[in-house]
């Protein structure tokens, strides 16, 4: 095999320019977030119902944070990121608007994450780490706001906290799971 056919097909396995927030990325966090909203509706529902509501998996937080580590977007980018995320969230959500908030800062905090620790050694950990701490912090955002809204703030982060956490171990093992075979399937390397 020659060395031009060999570079082209290294360059045409990289489907996503990582840094840019254009079309490629835009089909990924489209195609992404589809697949998010349907296992909301299905899986979510399963499982937030199995543990009595214990846990209740978001796949579009797991879909947004899975763009932003696949295609590494700058803070902004992110900021849309997450800003288009929460409009998919209202199709489904029981606090209108609240996700604006919540999603928008948790994809900036995300693409920080990941923007500092790709470059490092614990890479590794960046989908586990960035994941959890991502949904954690959507979740409080979350729970805060409402609490703002309705009040009884200790019966209310009683009983959300629990679940913002486990929903964001959840979320982490997923990302984690999940990282690797998109990253391969785009014929991505780190």
């Known amino acids: 095999m020659s060395e031009n056919t060999t570079a082209a097909r290294t360059t045409t396995a990289r489907t996503v320019d990582r840094g840019k927030l254009d079309v490629q990325a835009l089909v990924l966090l489209a ?14 529902r399963m499982i937030s119902s199995i543990s009595g509501g214990l846990i209740s998996p978001e ?25 288009i995320s929460a409009a998919v ?13 919540a999603e928008g ?10 923007r500092a620790g790709m470059e490092t050694p614990a890479k590794r950990v960046i989908p586990l780490v960035g994941s959890f701490v991502t949904t954690a912090v959507s979740g409080v955002i979350f729970m805060l706001i409402r609490i703002a809204m309705v009040g009884a703030a200790s019966e209310l982060a009683a009983a959300m906290l629990p679940v913002v956490l486990l929903t964001a171990v959840f979320n982490a093992i997923l990302v984690s799971a999940l990282y690797l075979p998109i990253r391969k399937a785009l014929g991505l390397s780190d």
Do not use: E, K, Y
């Not at 195609?31 to 979510?44: Q, S």
């Not at 579009?60 to 849309?80: E, K, W, Y």
């Not at 969230?89 to 908030?101: E, G, K, N, Y």
């Open 31 to 44: 195609v992404l977030l589809a697949a998010g909203f349907i296992l909301n509706f299905t899986v979510g």
């Open 59 to 83: 796949f579009i937080i797991s879909a947004f944070c899975l763009t932003i580590l696949v295609v590494r977007p700058n803070v902004g980018q992110a900021l849309i990121i997450g800003l």
């Open 89 to 101: 969230i209202q199709l489904t959500t029981t606090s209108p608007f609240v996700d604006f908030a």
């Open 105 to 114: 800062i948790a994809a900036m905090l995300m693409a920080v994450i990941v």
